[in-house]
């Protein structure tokens, strides 16, 4: 159905999703809008400029039964609401793809969830608290520094306390919190010091402003909230957009099935499946349960369950697996196991034990955060007791001591250093279309030195392109495209995608029947004329095709038939990706569960010479598992439900937007579009990012090694105190912000 | 000495002004989108062609 809207400039080559969607339960991604209109969250990784903007917007409001739509540029994310009576998500989702835009929905729930984003505007308010405070008590401090004595500076001091204390009290909750909750644990965490030296900082000034005393720490006790603000804001950002990421994971699954009882059909939850019940399932739906056909004839696609690339022909008493794609004919199925027998739980069980095999791999940040606390302690007692000491039990001077101490260690540049550097990477990674679930997931990237790739639908693209023609004639084309237009069939789609990019018109030609696992038929002026499986399309067996996997042939009274040929082809940049990974130094292998002869040509073909075929999913599990014993760390790229449990077993794990939920679940990374260049590029901002933390961390350390024995001899002034602080600060997150050397726009 | 007496409420009220403006514009969701907020100026009221 071609709309009248005008040509996006953006993201070209939209596949066509929306057929994917009418297979899901719909109402997980709509919500309840008011006034009876409904509202749908997707998102569309293309948007990148203000004219996709205007043309998305203007696009899908011109649409029947769309109310209104609004873009999240930042978030890549388009808001839609709609009139669930003449609007549907399938349709708004074929909309964005006729505007030349992929979109994946959102789950409502989850999207609700993230849209209040309540921690993070209560961050940013107490963030603006402490900007607030800090900026007026940092101008009343100019004043003391620069002399100002006795009543004056008292009355600055006075009124810096009257901003601070409130504003400390406020804006640093979150840290005080933290710190409450870790000492009742029993543990410690950064937060545990951090509280410390605030409220140290702030009852020592106090008592200096009340006893009319030189040297208030106000100043320093408020920067120090701020800056740490800034660190958890940021961190807060990182996971806000790793939670979107999954949030888009929630979908597409699914979640109903139309059952027959008695001579009727209804449509029931997954859940309400028994084994024993007979369950229709129309071509292009995903077969929602294991079990085995009692009625009709159909091609099954495996691809996302076994990374067979070929469907294969399914009649009565064939067995079937959830989760595969019912391709051309109406099916009735007697189900034999839901939930836990099913295939898909079998699957499930093994990515969890994978996970918990995996064990939890502590960020280095985390670690270098736990022994700085300590040996923070460790110096603050150790500046208390020793001035104690040598001041003969001068306890007021002890204290002041060991409060600069804390606040000098005190880990703003720490705190800031690896949040900026996650928040900036994950941001860049973000406008790229690559979906970072776990800040965590890039240092575990930047580490990986062996890179596992599955073959169907990963190195390659997962659906059949047409790779020749035979030799027809544009009136070939023109009834080759007329048939395959009627058709939902891998196959048909693709040749009737090959016939528009070249340009060949569909003639007019009548009724097609579509006859299920042999091919499509009309009638024309002098017979039939047929496109489908050569033993069927062809009776003359003029082709020796049925023995060829991937041949449809094309057929009609008095001219010779025309054999077309199909193959999943790699992806564009697959050759380019490995060779690229291997010129950073990682090995690269290739594990399949397809046939040997299909995942050799592959790996040729992508210039991989390590390659395994017939695999199951346990035996990929057992491959990596193997590799990991022998101290690899390897990055799986994979995106089937066969992938599933390698990809937990990995050491990281990137998977592509259109793989399948549990393995896009998961994976540490989701990337969208066509190319598999995003893995590279992956690799080299977790590489980048893994440097800047490292330099960062150093820089806050020389800062410190500088910094802290000029606070245990007793020199830190409040000036020293706030100048040392915001300038670590501030070197830190412009480190952060650099942009990567080599960049390639 | 005196001027302190109106200088400093002065600018604390100032930035009391910043402040609340700040957590108004907060509520009001104006962070949530700040790229497409800078891109939308670029766009005509009459439907844009690319």
């Known amino acids: 159905m071609p709309l009248e809207v005008p040509a996006s400039c953006c993201a070209p080559g939209a596949a066509a999703l929306a057929g994917k969607l009418e297979d899901a339960g719909l109402d997980r991604f709509v919500r309840d809008a008011g006034d009876g209109w409904a509202r749908i969250d997707l998102l569309v990784p293309g948007i990148h400029c203000a004219g996709c903007i205007a043309g998305i917007e203007g696009g899908l409001t011109r649409l029947p039964g769309i109310i209104g739509a609004r873009v999240n540029l930042g978030a890549r994310r388009v808001a839609v609401t709609f009139d669930p009576a003449a609007m549907g998500p399938s349709g708004i989702v074929a909309g964005l793809a006729d505007l030349g835009h992929t979109a994946r929905p959102y789950d409502a729930d989850a999207m609700a969830e993230l849209e209040r984003d309540g921690p993070g505007r209560d961050l940013l308010a107490r963030l603006g608290v402490a900007g607030f405070a800090m900026m007026n008590v940092m101008l009343l401090s100019v004043a003391v520094w620069s002399g100002a004595e006795g009543a004056t500076r008292d009355l600055m001091h006075w009124i810096s306390g009257l901003i601070a204390l409130p504003a400390i009290a406020f804006a640093g909750l979150p840290f005080y919190r933290s710190a409450a909750a870790a000492l009742t644990a029993g543990r410690l965490n950064m937060d545990v010091p951090i509280s410390v030296a605030i409220w140290l900082a702030a009852a020592v000034s106090l008592y200096e402003t009340a006893t009319g005393g030189a040297h208030a720490y106000f100043d320093a006790g408020i920067s120090l909230v701020f800056f740490l603000l800034i660190g958890r804001y940021l961190d807060h950002r990182t996971r806000a957009q790793a939670r979107s990421a999954a949030a888009e994971l929630a979908g597409l699954a699914v979640t109903s099935a139309t059952r027959i009882r008695g001579g009727q059909r209804e449509a029931v939850a997954i859940e309400a499946v028994r084994p024993g019940d007979i369950l229709a399932v129309a071509p292009g739906e995903r077969l929602p349960a294991d079990g085995i056909i009692r009625t009709g004839r159909s091609e099954i696609e495996r691809s996302m369950v076994t990374g067979e690339s070929l469907p294969e022909t399914a009649g009565p008493g064939d067995a079937v697996h959830a989760g595969t794609l019912n391709l051309s004919g109406a099916l009735e199925m007697t189900v034999t196991a839901t939930g836990d027998g099913t295939l898909l739980a079998e699957i499930a069980r093994l990515v969890e034990a994978a996970e918990r095999g995996r064990g939890r791999i502590d960020a280095w940040a985390d670690v270098a955060a736990r022994h700085y606390a300590w040996s923070v302690h460790a110096m603050a007692t150790l500046a208390f007791v020793g001035w104690y000491w040598w001041s003969d039990g001068d306890l007021y001077r002890a204290i002041t001591i060991a409060a600069a101490v804390l606040i000098i260690t005190c880990p703003c540049a720490l705190g800031l250093a690896v949040p900026a550097v996650h928040a900036v990477t994950s941001g860049r990674l973000f406008r790229r279309g690559i979906l970072l679930k776990d800040a965590g997931a890039l240092e575990r990237l930047a580490e990986a030195d062996m890179v596992v790739f599955d073959k169907t639908g990963t190195l390659t693209l997962g659906h059949p392109a047409l790779v020749d023609d035979g030799g027809a004639t544009p009136a070939d084309w023109a009834l080759a495209a007329a048939l395959a237009q009627a058709s939902r069939h891998p196959y048909s789609r693709a040749l009737a995608e090959a016939a528009r990019s070249k340009g060949h018109q569909p003639t007019e030609i009548g009724t097609i029947t579509e006859h299920p696992g042999d091919g499509l038929e009309a009638a024309g002026p002098v017979g039939p004329i047929r496109l489908g499986r050569p033993g069927w399309a062809d009776r003359a067996q003029n082709i020796a095709g049925e023995a060829a996997p991937g041949t449809v042939v094309l057929t009609r009274p008095g001219a010779e038939p025309v054999a077309f040929r199909f193959a999943d082809s790699l992806r564009k940049d697959a050759a380019e990706t490995v060779a690229a990974l291997r010129a950073r130094g990682l090995d690269v292998l290739l594990l399949s569960g397809d046939a040997p002869g299909a995942v050799a040509e592959a790996a040729a073909a992508a210039g991989i010479d390590a390659f395994e075929s017939s695999l199951r999913p346990s035996d990929k599990l057992t491959a990596l598992e193997g590799l990991a014993g022998k101290g690899r760390r390897i990055a799986m790229v994979g995106d089937g439900i066969n992938d599933a449990p390698a990809l937990a077993a990995a050491h990281v794990s990137l998977s592509p937007a259109s793989g399948a939920d549990v393995s896009r679940a998961a994976a540490d990374l989701v990337f969208t579009g066509e190319e598999l260049g995003a893995v590279v590029e992956a690799l080299d901002a977790a590489r980048t990012a893994r440097a800047r933390a490292h330099q960062n961390v150093w820089m806050a350390g020389l800062y410190n090694v500088i910094a802290v024995p000029i606070a245990l001899v007793g020199l830190v002034t409040p000036l020293i105190a706030a100048l040392a602080m915001s300038s670590s600060s501030i070197v830190v997150t412009l480190n952060a912000l650099r942009q990567p050397r080599s960049t390639n726009r | ?50």
Do not use: H, N
């Open chain 2, 1 to 50: 000495m005196t001027v302190l007496g109106i200088l400093i409420p002065a600018s604390l009220a100032l930035g009391a002004v910043g402040l609340v403006a700040f957590l108004w514009s907060l509520r009001a969701k104006q962070y949530e989108d700040l790229e497409g907020t800078a891109a939308r100026i670029l766009l005509d009221d009459r439907d844009p062609e690319c």
